[in-house]
């Protein structure tokens, strides 16, 4: 009988008649976009009708069993679609066992997030992974069950309320592009099942992995070479982009869709907020191409986010793709087919410390003058650090924008980082597919930018400076900015992956260290690197907050002062931000009379910028 009705009448159906009310207006503008999009995708299989109402029920299920709480939050967000723009919104993110050990360990940390300002807090992967070595919980086992190590379902659920209840929303990895060896797709696969073998890409010899393998690039060319990995259990290749213990779904399959959608909707129901749709740009296969960025993957995004928007429309979803900036609008989509409403602005944050490598922003003012607007309720995310390698090759056309050769250049930024010619910066080189293309740099921020290195206390702080100035970069950029865990009290790099013989080989354990709570408690000492950079940090997040013209898409400007070492970002007309990337002392024409927030002195004419200095401008009355 359920077969005579459409789609959208089924998931009408499954519902109680307190929610028809708002799910039918929803659907009013949902539901034929996201069956068009889907009919692009799947259309073409027999069955596309009754798998699209199956579909649709099943979010109705999910929807109706959405605790109330969130659907209160849902309809706030749906009345307030911009809620995420405003410039108090401050991000963090942080791996659990480093941060309080297990969930509730993060809840005894909620005061001290609460103490800098956060809004937001993105715990790295912490469901069921793998067993054995899972590429820090990135080879996801079940979906539907917390790490026992961390925890459990109702500790997720405690966490997330108690969370929201301090102005707190809950980001999650949604890992959506493989699933760990030992899922149970994978070990269903693996014991003969038809069905469970078609989630994955499986090829029965090298021919068609050959063929694939001529144009596609490599993600750990070093710890794990290749695309294809051999399952003897399948005699037969399996997809594995990442590490070999992380299959690739198969998206072309609509059973995968069907699954992760709900999956990430029976999370959403447990009070996470936000997903970190994680290597959003593999999602979409394509012969002849390096298989990244396809417009079937920003179908599927765009599907995603339509399904969201129907059941749990007070969900955003965060793009991690890490990509050349010209890649990175569609990953929103349009106003007309929204896709992700953030994403990473991974060019901003590798021109930042390009600018300090070269001890010039010419880069970064390439990244800025290029960097395009967006669609209504998006907005970029900034961060100075997080837990991957500052990957260099996103930059390649901005390096060449001045008719450098971008490969050398980008390389010696590179050498820079991994510490090469007597440089500040105590980092290590990350794996490269392309012996020409730059390798990319692991190490805590206040590593590369020298405390390590620092000898006396005028290197620490010129040291302290640079990180503070990458620091008020990704505050004042105009973009939901998040801090990594350790950063804001200066933590230094963990040496201690090189012992552990399962991650000596992934330098990228350098900064993943535990909290250090020696440094929380001198925090208020700002004779101590951690409490000066702190009280800096603190300063900055406050000033932020007081002025709307810092908020995620209020217009920027890039000024010409004259000096090309400075960076001279107007935001509106009365607010502008000074930054020196170089050693040297330089000097800045103001025009008009100004208070600089940092230090309350007011300045006038030829202003001077000691190295790395950092002034936070605002228009003052004669
Ligand atoms: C993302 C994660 C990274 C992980 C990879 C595979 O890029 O940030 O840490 O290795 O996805 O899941």
């Known amino acids: 009988m359920t077969n005579t009705l459409t789609p ?15 799910a039918s207006r929803r659907l009013a503008t949902r539901a ?8 692009g995708l799947y259309g073409e299989h027999a069955d596309f009708q009754p798998w699209l109402g199956e579909l649709m029920e099943t979010l109705g299920t999910l929807l109706a069993a959405r605790p109330g709480e969130l659907r209160q939050l849902d309809a706030q967000r749906e009345a307030q679609p911009d809620w995420f723009l405003n410039q108090r919104m401050l991000g963090y993110c942080a791996y659990v066992q480093n941060f309080g050990a297990t969930l509730n360990g993060v809840a005894s940390h909620i005061p001290h997030l609460q103490e800098l300002g956060v809004s937001y807090l993105h715990l790295l992967p912490f469901l069921k992974p793998r067993e054995g070595e899972s590429d820090g919980g990135f080879a996801v086992a079940d979906f539907d069950q917390v790490d026992p190590a961390l925890g459990n379902n109702a500790d997720l659920e405690a966490l997330t309320g108690r969370l929201r209840g ?22 269903a696969a693996r014991a003969g099942d038809a069905e469970a073998r078609a989630m994955f890409h499986v090829f029965p010899d090298r021919a068609m992995p050959d063929r694939y393998e001529s144009t596609l690039g490599q993600v750990f060319p070093q710890v794990a070479p290749g695309n294809f990995t051999h399952i003897a259990a399948l005699d037969a290749w399996v997809w594995t982009t990442f590490y070999p213990y992380q299959w690739d779904l198969n998206y072309a399959n609509p059973a995968v869709f069907a699954a992760m959608a709900a999956t990430l909707l029976r999370l959403a129901n447990r009070g996470i907020e936000v997903f970190r749709l994680d290597s ?14 396809q417009p079937e993957a920003h179908a599927l995004l765009q599907a995603l986010r339509a399904v969201v928007d ?4 007070g969900v955003l979803l965060k793009a991690e793709a890490i990509v050349p900036t010209r ?11 929204p896709e992700c409403h953030i994403a990473y602005h991974s060019s901003l944050m590798a021109a930042g410390w390009a600018a300090l490598a070269e001890d010039n922003p ?10 395009p607007a967006l669609p209504p309720s998006a907005s970029w995310l900034s961060y100075v650090r997080c837990h991957d390698d500052i990957g260099w090759n996103v930059l390649r056309a901005e390096a060449a924008a001045d008719g450098s050769d971008a490969k050398a250049r980008l390389a010696r930024i590179a050498q820079f980082f991994s510490g090469a010619n007597d440089s500040y910066a105590s980092g290590a080189a990350f794996q490269s597919s392309d012996p020409n293309a730059a390798h990319g740099s692991n190490g805590m921020a206040a590593s590369l930018a020298g405390l390590e290195k620092a000898t006396g206390p005028q290197q620490r702080a010129a040291a302290l400076r640079r990180l ?7 505050l004042s950029f105009g973009a939901l900015p998040v801090l990594y865990m350790g950063d804001e009290l200066a933590q230094q790099n963990d040496y201690s992956y090189t012992r552990r013989p399962q991650h000596a080989m992934d330098s990228r354990w350098l900064q993943r260290p535990p909290f250090e709570t020696g440094r929380w408690r001198e925090r208020l000492d700002r004779s101590r690197t951690s409490g000066a950079m702190f009280a800096q940090l603190c300063r900055l997040v406050q000033l932020r907050r007081h002025h709307d013209a810092l908020a995620a898409a209020a217009p920027r400007t890039l000024l010409d002062g004259g000096d090309p070492a400075i960076l001279a970002l107007a935001r509106g007309p009365d607010l502008l931000v000074l930054m020196n990337f170089s050693g040297q002392p330089r000097r800045f024409a103001l025009s008009g009379r100004w208070t600089d927030c940092l230090s309350d002195r007011i300045l006038v004419g030829d202003i001077p910028l000691e190295p790395w200095a950092m002034l936070w401008l605002e228009r003052t009355e004669d």
Request: overall charge negative; glycine content about 4%.
């Open 8 to 22: 959208s009448e089924r998931m009408l159906a499954v519902l109680p008649d307190a929610l028809r009310a708002d």
């Open 32 to 39: 034929e976009p996201l069956r068009a999009l889907l009919a």
């Open 166 to 187: 301090a102005g707190i929303s809950l980001c999650s990895d949604f890992i959506l592009n493989h699933v760990a060896d030992d899922h149970v797709w994978a070990r």
């Open 280 to 293: 959003t740009a593999f999602l979409w296969k394509r012969e002849g191409t390096n298989c990244m960025n």
């Open 310 to 313: 129907i059941a749990a429309p």
């Open 327 to 337: 890649e990175l609008p569609a990953y929103f989509g349009s106003a007309d087919a």
């Open 362 to 371: 010419s880069l970064l003012r390439e990244v800025i003058a290029t960097t």
């Open 468 to 474: 503070q100035l990458l620091h008020g970069l990704a």
